[in-house]
């Protein structure tokens, strides 16, 4: 039984576990005893989902991309963090990069264009996110907070219940759902660089038996770099039909469009710290549009012998036209001249990425021999088509055409010739997977978890630089284990190691000298840690230590750059600590702190061995904590945090480092009105202007921080 939560604002929401109706007959055996021994609670549909309370800490209960289950995240043998909406409000973040940043092991990587937000976890980039346990790509979707009820943040391999993810872990996105009470948000914000923001946020009952949920958003802002400005609209209906108290059907979608400069930072030379941030190197006409829509359909169902049912299908499709700016090789010529000058080349890139998902799950509970169990089953299904396609502005042997430009002194207006086709590939993946797990519950004070997976991926990779007669395909099996165990000695103390491992193919990586495409990459975690639950649950601590070593990587050929080999290896250990603490009813506080050492340890290039992994910083730390005040001031609400990011190397090969910062932000919320439906809220970000860079890489630019910036709220509740 899950233990009543004292003093908290809870929902009840019918949330079956899990899902496959013919999946039940592989447990036959147990059709008998173990039904009859079926845990009493989990008959019961009724599950508890915080939504808000200011008594708790900053974190969630329950984070179900670690199981797939509601097992509490303290009995759970991994790290995982969740960001709550309603960390999200306090913090007055818009981004999901912003909304992530209090999570230790997480480093804002800026993606493509500067259009969205990217991460790296524990040291290793992501090339996907979970969309409510659903694979997505994170090239080009437009992704909003609007609709963002929580997120979750597993660490390590997350391989053996989702298939190919890199080791170091995997952000899930978990949307909001129709509410049983009808009720409409509206938010207007305004801020520096001409920020407009609308937010809408409706909910409610359409009968008896449906309900719907209805969020948006339009941006419009100009940015504090020269000639930069971005258009954002999104919209997310979602429709949920309950025809009986065993069963829930969820319908939805999503819709996103940006039209925004394209901006591509700076180069990866250290002359590019010593410039003005403001300055841009692409011209005015570099722009970028990126459309994406999202649809996917759910099904709970709880049968009568206990088995909870879960099946899904998720479709996605985000498409990126974009003109732009390359920067060339080397990034800036004549460094040390008193006009160094920056390398571009003008192209035009246009990618198309579809993303499509199904799944079937059955969990139930049961008993033997005084051994609580919670048994998983499942199968999963995932597409994946990238198809690209790029023209430049080519000489007439074919090559791209260098446009310099001054470092110190830009002049933009560059006039060009017409641009020609240089460039296209698509690469596809098809990934079949089988997995199971069992949650084991050895009396009072022992849990015990194994999972396994088998995947098969098959393979696909056409591109005009590749050197072979037709598409190049192959095709991998790969199994993934994990095994994790927790002690409780007491109630307040909870002690866990855990084991696991993680395979990625790489079809777009490049081609082998043989004429194949690359073999998976692979992954191998161990984690030890603690959690406690400390003065009555105000104080809920998390310390982990971890070393991960990602194998095969690849790299390039040394003896032919045309093509690439698998030598690579690198290796990510540390430890995290995770601090939510309520230190009065009034006053919270959440504070994090990461050590992280992240090296190449095997690689082609001998020199580049020993060297620090790009954009892994070894210390880094967040804190934020808010306070309600009373009496005359009662309905205020003040926040202050910092986040400090330790000096990291810009490139793989350790040539110059992105200094260490700390940003401190502030914000003040009133709610005031019948029923406090009316909230106007200040937001201060970077309050001592402090410059600072976001995210860099060895094919990624360095993006600059912005400097103080203001931004005033109005909402209302209807």
């Excluded at 329950?62 to 709550?84: C, G, R």
């Excluded at 019948?674 to 976001?694: C, F, I």
Aim: charged share 20%; hydrophobic share 35%; aromatic share 10%.
């Amino acid at each position: 039984m899950r233990p009543y939560l004292p003093g908290l604002a809870v929902a009840s929401e019918r949330r079956p576990l899990s899902c496959l109706a013919a999946l039940p007959l592989i447990f036959a055996p147990f059709a008998g005893s173990a039904a009859e021994a079926t845990d009493e609670a989990a008959q019961n549909l009724e599950t508890i989902t915080v939504i808000g309370t200011r008594e708790r800490p900053y974190r969630a209960f329950v984070a179900p991309t670690a199981n797939k289950s509601d097992t509490l995240v303290k009995e759970t043998p991994f790290s995982i963090q969740t960001v709550t909406s309603e960390l999200i409000e306090d913090r007055g973040v818009t981004t999901l990069g912003g909304a992530i940043s209090t999570v230790p092991g997480v480093t804002s990587q800026v993606g493509w264009g500067g259009s969205n937000d990217r991460f790296r976890l524990r040291g290793f980039a992501t090339t996907s996110n979970l969309k409510n346990g659903f694979r997505r790509s994170v090239f080009a979707p437009v992704d909003e907070l609007v609709n963002i009820q929580q997120i979750e943040v597993l660490k390590g391999p997350a391989s053996a219940l989702y298939g190919r993810f890199e080791p170091g872990g995997v952000v899930n996105i978990v949307t909001k759902k129709p509410l049983d009470k009808a009720q409409t948000d509206i938010e207007v914000t305004a801020g520096r660089y001409d920020f407009y923001r609308i937010t809408a946020d409706s909910t409610g009952p359409l009968g008896d038996q449906l309900g719907y949920r209805l969020t948006g958003s339009v941006q419009s802002n100009h940015g504090f770099r020269d000639f930069a400005d971005n258009d954002t609209q999104f919209i997310s209906p979602v429709f949920q039909w309950t025809p009986s108290s065993r069963t829930r059907v969820t319908a939805e979608f999503e819709f996103g469009k940006k039209k925004a400069a394209f901006d591509r930072g700076f180069g990866n030379s250290p002359r590019f710290l010593q410039v003005p941030i403001h300055n841009n190197y692409g011209e005015r006409n570099a722009r970028l549009e990126n459309n994406s829509a999202l649809a996917s359909l759910v099904l709970d169902h709880k049968l009568e012998n206990g088995w909870d049912l879960h099946a899904g299908l998720q479709g996605s499709r985000a498409r990126s036209d974009a003109l732009w700016y390359a920067y060339g090789f080397p990034p800036v010529s004549g460094e040390d001249s008193a006009d160094p000058i920056v390398n571009r080349r003008k192209q035009r890139s246009i990618d198309e990425q579809k993303d499509m998902s199904a799944l079937a799950e059955a969990s139930r509970r049961f008993t033997t021999g005084g051994i609580r169990h919670r048994v998983l089953v499942g199968t999963d299904y995932n597409y994946e088509d990238w198809d690209f396609t790029a023209d430049a502005y080519l000489n007439d042997f074919g090559f791209p055409v260098n446009l310099p430009i001054s470092l110190r002194h830009p002049v933009h207006a560059v006039q060009t010739g017409p641009m020609q086709h240089y460039d296209s590939s698509r690469y596809t993946s098809h990934n079949f997977g089988i997995y199971a797990q069992d949650e084991l519950e050895l009396g009072t004070q022992w849990r015990l978890l194994m999972g396994l997976r088998y995947d098969r991926a098959r393979t696909k990779g056409r591109a005009e630089y590749l050197v072979a007669d037709g598409p190049l395909t192959r095709t991998d099996d790969a199994y993934s284990p994990r095994i994790g165990l927790t002690w409780t000695p007491v109630e307040q103390v909870s002690i866990y190691g855990s084991w696991s491992k993680s395979f990625l193919t790489e079809p777009g990586g490049g081609m082998l000298r043989s004429g194949g495409l690359p073999e998976p990459s692979r992954g191998e975690q161990f984690e030890v840690g603690a959690k406690f639950s400390l003065l009555d649950g105000r104080l809920e601590p998390t310390i982990a230590l971890f070393d991960i070593r990602r194998t095969n990587g690849v790299v390039s050929d040394p003896d032919d750059f045309n093509y690439v080999i698998q030598v690579g290896e690198q290796r990510s250990r540390g430890w995290e600590l995770d601090i939510p603490y309520t230190i009065t009813p009034q006053w919270r506080l959440l504070a994090s702190y990461t050590h992280l050492t992240a090296e190449i340890t095997e690689d082609s290039d001998a020199s580049l061995v020993g060297n620090r992994v790009a954009n892994a910083p070894r210390r880094s730390a967040s804190l934020w904590t808010t306070y309600d005040l009373s009496g005359w001031a009662q309905g205020l609400r003040l926040g202050l945090g910092a986040t400090y990011v330790g000096a990291r190397q810009a490139n793989t090969g350790n040539t110059f480092d992105l200094p260490a910062y700390t940003r401190w932000d502030a914000n003040a919320i009133y709610r005031f009105g019948p029923g406090e439906r009316y909230k106007l809220q200040l937001t201060l970000q970077n309050l001592t202007n402090k410059r600072y860079y976001e995210s860099g890489g060895a094919y990624v630019p360095t993006f600059a921080g912005a400097p103080r910036t203001v931004m005033v709220s109005f909402g209302i509740r209807i």
